[in-house]
């Protein structure tokens, strides 16, 4: 089935969800689902319909065009999408393997709907892995002085393989103003989240000696703050005095797998509006 998924957010008023469904209605799309959120507190409404473009004569171009009738008059800020444009994903990569298999597994049974059409990475470490599954790999290395070619390299790539979205997947370098500009709201960072927090080397070295009782991870959009971009997914686990380092990386890995593939998911199947620094991420349908 093909579907389209638009992507609403206005101020609040009255009126605003007849308008919309009933603008699908005249033109005969079936609406499949309809998630909605008031923030009574900043007065915003925010909306995910998806509408089954088989049920009427459809037109990618004339739909977005007319619907432009709606928006203008009640302000919508909008964005509309259609199954029948496969995304595609870059993964960037450094020496950590973890994430990287579980996108891929994720992706080849199914799971995310997308295709990996490439991996860059500063290292060589996992070049088997694309190899493995047959995905094209490219070594962008950053030396002194180099980050700003290295950079440039790597949204050369990026284009060239018409990417869609980005996801850093334990990649060890800091994105630049920049390149976060051109691909904003387009790049998906991961990272732990140790309570209490400890950020820079040996993180989990360090919350192992102060006998931390829950870690954790978090996945959010890469803004030029560094992992201070709106959170998609987080998860915790508590563990106890018992749990070496060593349990303590396995425990960190296993939850930074689940949270980035659920954040990867939440945004491949259009399910997350952004406003401002924090999200609005609808249910899976």
């Known amino acids: 089935m093909d579907v389209a998924v638009f992507l609403i957010q206005c101020p609040d008023r009255r009126g605003i969800v007849a308008a919309i469904s009933g603008f699908f209605s ?32 459809f037109s990618a171009s004339r739909l977005e065009s007319e619907f432009e009738s709606v928006a203008a008059a009640f302000r919508l800020k909008w964005s509309a999408h259609f199954s029948t444009k496969r995304q595609r994903v870059a993964i960037l990569c450094t020496k950590t393997e973890h994430c990287i298999y579980d996108l891929i597994i994720r992706q080849r049974s199914g799971e995310l709907p997308c295709t990996i ?31 700003d070619s290295q950079e440039r390299t790597v949204l050369q790539i990026l284009r ?45 070295e360090r919350a192992y000696e102060r006998g931390v009782k829950m870690i954790g991870a978090t996945a959010h959009y890469a803004t030029s703050d560094l992992d201070q971009g709106p959170i998609i997914e987080q998860d915790v ?40 620094p924090r999200t609005i991420v609808f249910s899976a349908s």
Do not use: W
């Open 117 to 147: 059409s490439v991996i860059i990475s500063n290292h060589l470490h996992l070049e088997h892995i694309a190899h493995q599954f047959d995905i094209p790999f490219y070594h962008a290395p950053v030396n002194a002085g180099s980050r």
């Open 237 to 276: 686990a508590r563990v106890t005095h018992e749990e070496t380092v060593a349990d303590l990386k396995r425990i960190g890995r296993d939850i930074e797998r689940v949270v980035l593939a659920r954040a990867v998911k939440a945004h491949l199947e259009h399910r997350i509006i952004t406003s401002g």
């Open 160 to 204: 060239q393989h018409r990417t869609d979205l980005v996801v850093l997947a334990r990649y060890m370098q800091i994105l630049s103003p920049t390149l976060i500009e051109e691909l904003q709201g387009r790049v998906i960072n991961i990272h732990h989240a140790v309570l209490p927090a400890f950020e820079g080397a040996r993180p989990y």
């Open 26 to 57: 005249q033109r005969s799309y079936n609406i499949l689902q309809c998630q909605q959120y008031t923030d009574s507190a900043r007065g915003q409404y925010f909306m995910r319909i998806k509408i089954d473009l088989n049920s009427s004569d």
